[in-house]
């Protein structure tokens, strides 16, 4: 693993010269979230630097959404951890402006009015006879796919205080998770790396 390490330190690409601009709000009220994680989107205004760039930098997760009536802070260090776990440099990749930290709440989902009548309640149905094909259990339903061959990701590799991000090709399909085998090009071989979302998966030092 620390040849894999060394051959794409040696083939990371440069960074981009022109950093994105992420000017942070002095608060943000967010609804329920499906995934209960919060994302630089969301608290933070990005401008500037590589439109792809950008892109995968605001679905960077930075923190768990507060539960409602709860206040969470976040400072700027909290956002510079979270991009260098991300892979991305704050020193060359983003420019941090704006508010010093950002104070999340949750807004509570609004109850149903008064004034409206209450949903007519079904009976419960008839539990269906045993041995019918009704008592079988559920499909497992399989994990979705995020990253698809052929795709273009980053590979990032953390050693240290050392974060290393290169772009590759997904030799196969993959989940969150999941491994799977990316190419480099001017690689000889490929490389197994963890998927961490649709741009992005790690490689193990």
């Known amino acids: 693993m620390k040849h894999a390490f060394l051959l794409l330190l040696a083939l990371a690409l440069p960074a981009s010269a022109a950093p994105v601009h992420v000017s942070l709000k002095a608060s943000a009220s967010l609804g329920p979230s499906a995934s209960g994680f919060l994302t630089l989107a969301q608290i933070a205004d990005l401008s500037g630097g590589a439109k792809a760039e950008r892109v995968r930098m605001a679905s960077v997760l930075v923190g768990r959404l507060p539960l409602p009536g709860d206040t969470r802070l976040l400072t700027v260090g909290d956002i510079n951890l979270k991009l260098r776990q991300a892979g991305f440099h704050p020193e060359h990749d983003a420019l ?99 998927v961490v979302d649709a741009q992005t998966v790690q490689l193990e030092p």
């Open 96 to 194: 941090l402006e704006g508010a010093k930290q950002v104070s999340v709440t949750s807004a509570e989902t609004q109850a149903s009015s008064p004034l409206a009548p209450p949903a007519p309640v079904s009976p419960p149905a008839p539990a269906p006879p045993q041995g019918s094909a009704d008592t079988k259990s559920a499909p497992t339903v399989a994990p979705a796919i995020v990253v698809h061959r052929s795709d273009t990701i980053s590979v990032v590799v953390q050693q240290g205080d050392m974060t290393i991000t290169a772009k590759a090709t997904a030799r196969e399909n993959g989940s969150v998770g999941q491994t799977i085998r990316v190419h480099r090009d001017g690689a000889p071989s490929d490389l197994a790396a963890t």
